[in-house]
Antibody
Framework: QVQLQESGPGLVKPSETLSLKCTVS????????WSWIRQPPGKGLEWIGC???????NYDPSLKSRVTVSIDTSKNQFSLRLISVTAADTAVYYC???????????????WGQGTLVTVSS | DIVMTQSPDSLAVSLGERATINCKSSQSVLYSSNNKNYLGWYQQKPGQPPKVLIYWASTRESGVPDRFSGSGSGTDFTLTISSLQAEDVAVYYC?????????FGQGTKLEIK
């Protein structure tokens, strides 16, 4: 059974860079799309972007200028980098798998447990 | 972007009664080539990640109780819980995966009356 685990700093200073990793266990990172999704405290879900094992990416246009998602198939990991963060980027960040192989347009399953990142000086 | 709008924002239902949550998309999420609605429903309990309940608008995920059902097509969708159980207290989200950016509804908080 595939499991995902986010890791990275829980506190980032304003204007600095948020970096998170998602480690995939129990299955290969190949042949699926993988996404980052975030949820500000007490608010709803926002899709950030996704990546395929080939390295092909797709981002939310509102974040595209600040976001990079990358993948390391040898480590079964993919990563999120968000530059120039502000308090508005404070959120629980989730990584998730696109449920169907080889297709980007489908639902997210499974999800990681999420990691809270607070942007504060 | 496709905007997903859920109603109501919150809902209180008695145990054993029916709960109905609506989701409307700003454009159709029905893909004509395969006649599938690119719409999913998730349940999120406090401190947990969302869990998929329904995909393709009406297909129940394995292991999800059959009191959960999804219906609708095009732009209007419904999640129904036929007989509310205490463990169903959660926030429910719809999500379209028809086109990027993938978008979610604002969530509906379901409580016990």
């Amino acid at each position: 059974q595939v499991q995902l685990q986010e890791s990275g700093p829980g506190l980032v200073k304003p204007s600095e860079t948020l970096s998170l990793k998602c480690t995939v266990s129990g299955g290969s990172i190949s042949n699926h799309y993988w996404s980052w999704i975030r949820q500000p405290p007490g608010k709803g879900l926002e899709w950030i972007g996704c990546i395929y094992h080939s390295g092909s990416t797709n981002y939310d246009p509102s974040l595209k200028s600040r976001v990079t998602v990358s993948i390391d198939t040898s480590k079964n990991q993919f990563s999120l980098r968000l530059i120039s963060v502000t308090a508005a980027d404070t959120a629980v960040y989730y990584c998730a798998r696109h449920a169907l192989r080889g297709v980007t347009g489908n639902w997210f399953d499974p999800w990681g447990q999420g990691t809270l990142v607070t942007v504060s000086s | 972007d496709i905007v997903m709008t859920q109603s109501p924002d919150s809902l209180a239902v008695s145990l054993g009664e029916r709960a109905t949550i609506n989701c409307k998309s700003s454009q159709s999420v029905l893909y004509s080539s395969n006649n599938k609605n690119y719409l999913g429903w998730y349940q999120q309990k406090p401190g947990q990640p969302p869990k998929v309940l329904i995909y393709w608008a009406s297909t129940r995920e394995s292991g999800v109780p059959d009191r959960f059902s999804g219906s609708g097509s095009g732009t209007d969708f419904t999640l129904t819980i036929s007989s509310l159980q205490a463990e169903d207290v959660a926030v429910y989200y719809c999500q379209q995966y028809y086109s990027t950016p993938y978008t979610f509804g604002q969530g509906t908080k379901l409580e016990i009356k």
